[in-house]
């Protein structure tokens, strides 16, 4: 049975807006949504969720998690674990490509250090430490995923144009994490299936400064991007887990 058929309870990871936000929106009404518990970084960005918590005050619950500082993420966990003992879906669709002066290089000459390490730190590391603190609420019989979105940018053997240096790495990087995750979870958490999602260029914050050579069937709303991607997700095995999907349910390549 797909998780999304059972009665379950939800964590979005990087719901303040964009697809995470649009996440939120998708699976809030439905009736077998138990719980959905998001986070958020700073409520400046993160109005339009609060005010659906508001809306939904048995339903959506806002936690507040910055990834890069790991206490965060554990006490995050140790919130939830008061209040449930098992997680079906989480979903962690945090990422950055642009971040004030931190802007998606040209060329090696725009590469710097400080930059890429800010890259590894959103974009790879919160999503494994996810998963070491997450393990715990994964550990029952029933069927759950655990979903990161990455990038096509982020496909090794899909790079042609090369630049971006420091997003490319840090989503390859997430997608070798959550293989190696996919590997251990397999023994420890076997009912748990994982896997790295490219959602398609989507209208977003972060996509907005690029957007102007995409051609207009090319970039999704983020209701059609949601859709697409909980399509994919209803439809995964347990054979599935370690792989890196496309939108339209595709393999990509490493
Ligand atoms: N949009 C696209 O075309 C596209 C294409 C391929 C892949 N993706 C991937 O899709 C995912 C979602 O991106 P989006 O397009 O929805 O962008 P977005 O609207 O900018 O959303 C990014 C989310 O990540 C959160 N975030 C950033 N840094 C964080 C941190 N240190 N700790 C916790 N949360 C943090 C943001 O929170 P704040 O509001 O606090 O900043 C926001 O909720 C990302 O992984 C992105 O790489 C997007």
Known sequence: MSVLKQVNNILIVGASQGIGLG?????????NTARIYATYRHPQSASELIKLADEYPQKLICLAMDVT????ISTCVEQLSVQIDKLHLVINCVGILHEGSLQPEKSLRQVNPEHLLRYFQVNSIGAVLLAKHLLPLFRHPDKSIFASISAKLGSIGDNQLGGWYGYRA????????MRNVAIEYGRS???????????????????QPFQKNVPQEKLFSVERTVTQLLTVIEKLQPHDSGQFFSWDGSRLPW
Do not use: I
């Not at 996440?23 to 009736?31: A, D, Q």
């Not at 840090?170 to 994490?177: E, R, Y």
């Not at 896997?195 to 209208?203: E, S």
């Open 23 to 31: 996440f939120v929106k998708k699976l809030l009404p439905r009736e």
């Open 69 to 72: 500082e790991e206490k965060q």
């Open 170 to 177: 840090s989503k390859a990087a997430l997608n070798m994490l």
């Open 189 to 207: 958490s076997p009912n748990t299936v994982v896997v790295t999602l490219h959602p398609g260029t989507t209208d977003t914050r972060l996509s």
